[in-house]
């Protein structure tokens, strides 16, 4: 008899555990519950539909509903789970009753942090999330005059933006000084913030929301904050991702500090027979062992591959993360890997840095864009602790992905400043800006 | 008394090694001997601005004579230096008489080689080097119809569309059967030799130059080659390079089997405190062993900067080199990191591969490139050998670069399927290329 794996959450977690069990085991039975009506589409693309990067929701759409019933996954649509019983081996499903399983892999996903407010009932509050709400929010926006993104999180690097474009007078408001001061340093989202300006979007640093106003209708009307009332019609909240952990949690599956379910290497969470992935988790980061919650898509999908193999019976390892990451801000690319300067003093991890301005192709090509790169290292072993980058756009994924390898690595200053690189004057210049960052690096090191 | 260096060459290798004297002993005396009238140019660039990407011969000029100035580099131009005497310390430069030093370093870089057909002393054959001599070549191009380019070299690669984007009919001849078949498979080459014909292209492989034709006033007027006779008052000889060592043979400095100076890896040669960098050398191939010569500017400028802090009594190793390479050809970049099959082949190194076609950025967005990606590895320890790269051009060059960087450091198959990468629809795929190409190599290990 074949082997049932059990899948709660459709997201890229839920398809790569699906895509992780086949590859090890063919014939194994699995069973993927979601709540949603689709599976295999992307999210992170909603934002560019709505400033009409993309042209279409449709365009992301992953893979259709039949690819999955051709790979042999039992995908049950608009079904909800209501418990686990590890003891047992079963889930409660509603409509369905008790399911058995002899695996079970948890990717229930990650839910917007409650802003905290008053307010929150009222209409014109947009969460983005599910391809099909979006489409519904999309003719919202479309008749929207003033919007607020509430939370300079990465989503809402994209929605201010996207919603610029539409030509809707577009408010950012964070209790921070800066934008993604969690993630980024100031140096890297100056210009990022200057290019907000540019667009016309009105940033409210330093300011705490306290409540959604509304109409006498239900609908919001403005918000008020700590610097004064800002009319609007629309509330993209882009607050923090937080694990939806509920179901877990009552099954008394181990949650650790974030309020992520603790796995171990192989995604086993402290049950037995029971795996999880994606954002219901939390990761150590790679250096410095924290538990990092609310990352992307492309960790789930890698974890859920992982938990799907071991579900089936197979031995696959998840590293530890050294978070390559990177995405567009106005019109910049901004992205790094592991932590900047901000996060190593926070975490009171000593470095020292090299920053160097380098471009993308030789100077004097066209279209030529300049890369701030900054590295940092350890002063005593010159082990590279983090990077981060703003520029044109070339390269900034691909060098996040390769930074993240060489923390990974435990590569040196001494081993970026003496890499080989391309030089041709169409795609690369005569210094790569990673090596100058770290001759830098080194030089600084040098006058102590 | 200050310490004196003389540099033989105004190259890449010859300006980085004045830059590294200066950088170990500022108070150092510096002079560099350069037969040209300038220094500090980027010939790289001559091809993109015959084709118009690059509106003007002045920029490609990096620094200008001042620069040298005023950091205490003292040039002499149009100068020629006769011989070297290692015994007495001293060079003969014409019209200085005999001059001395305390550390020489040879940066006299390369040559074309002889294309060894008769002809070659008739008008309206081009040799791409001297910025000046390509300024007057530009109108002759622009009286031209038709070229002929010999050798599918790199710099052939970029000619090629540079006259086809002038409206010249262009010709490319090569003894082998496909363009750059000395580095790039034939399966990375696929895809730009069908855009070189869509441009209009002649492409003639397995062809041999027989001779240079020229009409009575000394003018070319057409190539005779193994399949025949082709008319065309412009040739491009692209022949490889080689080293120009007839000064350091001369004085006796020790030559490997590539015709290029041997040197340590702190760039010294086998003269008491004289080094050399660039194309005069020859530097083994990290895995292989093999010499290599030939290699590109930012290699030369590396070796240079070593050689430079080295020969001011500083200590600094070049390691030897992986070969990230990357150049556009035709409406593709390709690209790649130490050996591809066809090398690896040659070599008799056994290996075997992982190929995928990734995109670089998520599917669903406008603008996505395909990038076909492969990686050669050790069939037993998995450690990747090299790898090749064709796409639309997004990361291609750092790609490259990490892949060098991946292959110096060791890692495997499994190292790289296992790796961390940036998702975020505008600038990187779920699935990075060179993931998804690991864990195919890793599927094909295990069919065996």
Not at 246 to 273: F, H, Q, R, W
Request: hydrophobic share 40%.
């Amino acid at each position: 008899m074949p082997r049932k794996t059990v899948i709660i959450g459709g997201g890229p977690a839920g398809t790569g555990a699906a895509g992780g069990v086949k590859a090890v085991d063919p014939s194994a039975e699995v069973v993927l519950y979601t709540q949603f009506e689709d599976i295999a589409y992307s999210p992170c693309g909603i934002p560019y539909v709505h400033g009409g990067e993309i042209d279409s929701f449709d365009r992301l759409i992953l893979a259709g509903k039949q690819a999955y019933v051709d790979a042999g996954i039992d995908v049950h649509y608009e079904t909800t789970v209501k418990s686990i019983n590890t003891a047992k081996k079963t889930i409660m499903v509603e409509g369905e009753g008790e399911v058995s399983y002899d695996s079970l892999i948890i990717g229930t996903g990650f839910a917007y942090a409650d802003p905290g407010v008053p307010g929150t009932e009222l209409g014109g509050l947009y969460y983005v999330k599910n391809i099909r709400a979006a489409q519904e929010w999309d003719k919202v926006i479309a008749n929207s005059k003033r919007a607020v993104v509430v939370e300079a999180s990465p989503l809402a690097m994209e929605m201010v933006s996207a919603l610029a474009h539409r030509g809707i007078e577009t408010h950012l408001v964070d209790a921070n000084p800066y934008a993604l001061s969690n993630m980024a340093d100031p140096d890297i989202m100056a210009p990022v913030e200057e290019s907000f300006r540019e667009l016309g979007i009105h940033l409210h640093y330093n300011t705490t929301l306290e409540a959604f106003l509304g109409d006498s209708e239900g609908k919001l009307r403005a918000i008020r904050t700590s610097a004064g009332e800002i009319p609007v019609d629309l509330a993209v909240v882009a607050t923090h991702k937080t694990p939806n952990n509920a179901l877990a949690a009552a099954a008394g599956i181990k949650i650790g500090s974030t309020g992520g379910l603790i796995v171990d290497e192989n995604m086993k969470t402290s049950a037995p027979d029971v795996w999880a992935a994606g954002d219901a988790c939390e990761i150590p980061h790679g250096l410095a062992g924290t538990p990092l919650q609310g990352l992307t898509g492309s960790h789930a999908y890698a974890q859920g591959k992982a938990a799907g193999q071991n579900a089936a019976g197979g031995s696959k390892a998840y590293r530890t993360v050294f978070i390559p990451w990177g995405t567009p801000a106005g019109k910049w690319v901004i992205g790094g890997a592991s932590f900047g300067e901000a996060t190593a003093t926070a975490l009171g991890i000593p470095y020292i840095v090299g920053v160097a301005e380098g471009v993308s192709r030789s100077r004097y090509y066209s279209g030529v864009k300049k890369t701030k790169l900054k590295i940092l290292a350890d002063p005593k072993s010159h082990k590279i602790l983090g990077a981060q980058m703003v520029g044109g756009g070339d390269g900034i994924k691909e060098r996040a992905d390769f930074l993240a390898q060489a923390i990974r690595f435990g590569m040196t200053l001494e081993d970026l400043a003496t890499m080989d690189t391309v030089f041709a004057p169409a795609i690369g210049a005569l210094t790569e800006p990673i090596v100058a960052a770290a001759n830098n690096g080194l030089a600084a090191a040098k006058k102590g």
